[in-house]
């Protein structure tokens, strides 16, 4: 029986060599992108790690838009058909990515502050209150939050729809 039926080939330092070079991408940006250990991701795409862990290869996957399976278990090189994301799109879904994250930072460190600041406010004896701080800053506040919180959805919505139509190319 042949070996290589017997014991299938990992094709994911193949997969992965062939990913960075068709993406464009050095091994410090990839791990950077998909927040990872440099030296890690060096000895996954180096095949020194045989098995990786999950949380090694999940953002990986993610980041070109791969299964697991085929990342691991076919030549992409070979099949290019089973990338569903163009170079384009990996970029612009990485930097969607960010944002949101960002946009969620700022809305939840707002969320934490927004009820200190109305007890602190509600605290001061009314003729130390600043004349301004309830009709601007008091109104201003909920809705920051509710143009994050929209912006956010409107992201995470958009990152979806390009996800969808990504697979359709």
Not at 11 to 37: D, G, V
Not at 62 to 83: G, M
Not at 84 to 100: L, P
Not at 113 to 127: A, G, R
Request: aromatic residues 4%.
């Amino acid at each position: 029986m042949n070996d290589e039926a017997e014991h299938p080939r990992n094709y994911l330092s193949i997969n992965l060599l062939w990913l960075l070079k068709e993406h464009n991408l050095n091994m410090a940006e990839l791990a950077r992108r998909c927040n990872l250990s440099l030296p890690v991701l060096y000895r996954v795409v180096q095949g020194t790690i045989r098995n990786p862990q999950l949380h090694t290869l999940l953002p990986i996957a993610e980041y070109f838009d791969c299964s697991l399976e085929n990342l691991a278990n076919i030549e992409l090189s070979k099949h290019p058909e089973r990338i569903n994301i163009k170079k384009e799109m990996a970029d612009i879904r990485h930097q969607m990515r960010n944002a949101i994250a960002i946009l969620g930072n700022i809305l939840k460190g707002t969320n934490k502050v927004f009820p200190t600041l109305l007890e602190c406010y509600h605290l001061l004896p009314e003729d130390l209150r600043p004349k301004q701080l309830p009709s601007e800053v008091l109104q201003l506040l909920p809705k920051l939050l509710e143009n994050g919180i929209k912006t956010v959805n409107d992201l995470k919505n958009d990152v979806n729809s390009l996800k969808e139509k990504t697979d359709e190319i």
